[in-house]
Every structure is written in structure tokens, then in C-alpha cells.
DNA sequence: AATATCTTCAACCGCATGTAC
DNA sequence: GGTACATGCGGTTGAAGATAT
């Protein structure tokens, strides 16, 4: 929520002085990238309002450090968030809430206004779809063992399809830039010669006593299991963490796709609704379960996921 | 094909904080 | 300590593209 306070006499000024001359705004030209870019090559960055106008911009200093910072500086990723990234950033976030920038130090590469972006659309937007407050509890636990574990999933796999590139260096450089339990996470997946790992589908469901490979611990300090405690917890389903959700969201997880069967995905083989004894837990429960053609269908509402795991992968 | 609606993300804004004098 | 200015941060906006009707 916006402040009414009235701005600082510095910023009054500034912005009288930015009156006065004709400061252009909206979208970037090439040809001011490529003033930009020329003069912080010879002089480097810094100074910003100084360096606008010496290099010969009509734009604010402020407008210049941004479009330096995030768009143009070499170093600049882009592309989609891989999921080892997206697992960062939701286990960062959990830990220090919106300090966007505190997160980007630990995504090389990756800028506070592209990860704040990630949020709001993706992660946001399902909170939304679950009618739920992206802050609440309820959310949290939604993320934490459904989604992370998802991603988890998602980075093992990657892992399999290119062993030469278990962990990229930049992975490496995530896993060892962050002082969570995110690094034995990493570092489970970064030996050459990890053994082969279970599958992990059975985590994604929180209705079986099996289902998380994330402890429940804390709402706000998600614990990792590496994957080598993961192989435990397959044996010994009892250690793993209760069902937290409540039944609404529960339910609306229930009728998204999460639990939607994909052919090149995660398989049918875990998940077993009839092996699912809380899978009636709520009286209230609306979804009835088909299987048509070889795929698990609630009825009404595969077409609208309401937690669509493949909009979050971005990949 | 035309229009409406939704989604994404670059860019902006106000404010807080840091720094030099 | 006070002032002026620069920098950084998080919230918000809106244009453009994508998708649905």
C-alpha cells in the first residue's frame, strides 16, 4: 500500500530538476542501449544521474541504473526460470518473505524485479486459483508439499536426462551461495555417481502417509530431506510429514492436475487412488475419479487445473 | 477475422537508507 | 547533527503479446 507521506526534500528536488528538462520515459531505444552500454564500458557504472546526462540520455539516473541492472549488464540471464531455480526462490521466500533483492544474490544471474515478477504471476496466481491468501498457512503448506517436492522431482529428472550436466555450474552456484538446507539438496544431486533414487511421485501425495518429502517442521523454514533420506522415508512412511492442508484446500488440490496422470511425466505407478484410504477423508469432497483411456479424470474439472504444475515449470 | 480478456514483464514511483560535506 | 544528493528497494502500472470467445 502506498504511502501518503509527503516525498523527502531531496526527492522534491530531484524531481523539480527532472521537470525542468524534457526526460524521456517508456521503453528503452537501441540506440539508448547502445549509449548506455558504450559509456559504462569506458567509465563504468555509477553515479547514475551524472553518467545520464554525460552520456547523453534523456532519462532520469534512476531509469538508467535500472535498465543497466536489468535488462542490459552482461552477466543478464534470461530465459525461463529452471527449476532448481524456481525451488530457490520458494525456499528463499519462505525464509525472508518479499526482499526481492536479498533473494536475487543467490540467483547469479537473475534480477530482484525478474523474481518478484515470478511471484506475482505464478506463484500468486495459484494461490489465487486455490482461493487462498499467498501469505496463509494453508499456502505455504500447499507449496511446501506439493510444489517443492514437484520441483524436486522435476530437477532429479533433469539430473537423469543429462548426467553430464547433474548440476550445472551455476547450479552449483546457487546450492553454494545459499546457507539453507537447499545445498545438501544440491549437493545430493551433484556426485556423478549418485545411486539411482526412487521415484518420488509418491510425495506429491499428501493424503497418503508417504507424502512429503519436505518436514513440517516449520511453515516458515522448509527443511529439505536429501535425497538420499529420501529412500528412508519410501521405507519407512511413518517419518514423513502429516497431512497439514485443510480440507478446502485439500480438495481444490485434489481437482487440479497435480494428481493428473501425464505420459511423459511421473507416472501412475504411485499413485493409486484406491490405495488412498483419506482420499474420502472430507464428507463434502465433489470430485469422482474415472479412468478414461489410461488417464485419471475428475470429472468437470481437468479443464480447469486449478494447480498446473506445467505453467509452473516454465519449462 | 474481429474483439475481448488475460498474462507477462519492463519501467515507473515513492520511500528508506547511505554517504559526503 | 543537519542537509543535499545518490542509490537501493519493494510495490504498482500499463503496453504488448498471447489466448479465448
New binding site residues.
Partial sequence: ???????????R???SREDESEL?????TLEEDTLLTHYIARHGE??????ASYAGLK?????C???W???LKPDIKRG?LTPQEQLLILELHSKWG?????IAQHLPGR????I???W???VQ?QARQLNIESNSKSFLDAVRCFWMPRLLQKVEQNCYSSPSSTLDSQTHAIASASSSNFEQVANSFSSETFPPQPKLTQYSNPASEHSCSVTSSSVLSTDFIPISHQTEILENPASSCPPLLDSTVYNNLLLSDIYYVENSGYGMDAFNPASMPEFDTFGDSTSECNMADGNWVFDDYMADPLWNMN?MWQV
Avoid: I
Avoid at 524521456?24 to 528503452?28: A, E, M, S, T, V
Fill in positions: 500500500m502506498r504511502s501518503m507521506r509527503a516525498p523527502s526534500v531531496a526527492n528536488m530531484c524531481n524521456r520515459r517508456g521503453p528503452w555509477g553515479r547514475w544521474n551524472m553518467l532519462r532520469t539516473g534512476k531509469s541504473r535500472l535498465r541492472l536489468n535488462y525461463n518479499n526482499r526481492w533483492s536479498k534480477t530482484d524485479n525478474e518478484k515478477n515470478y506475482r504471476t505464478r496466481r505453467d
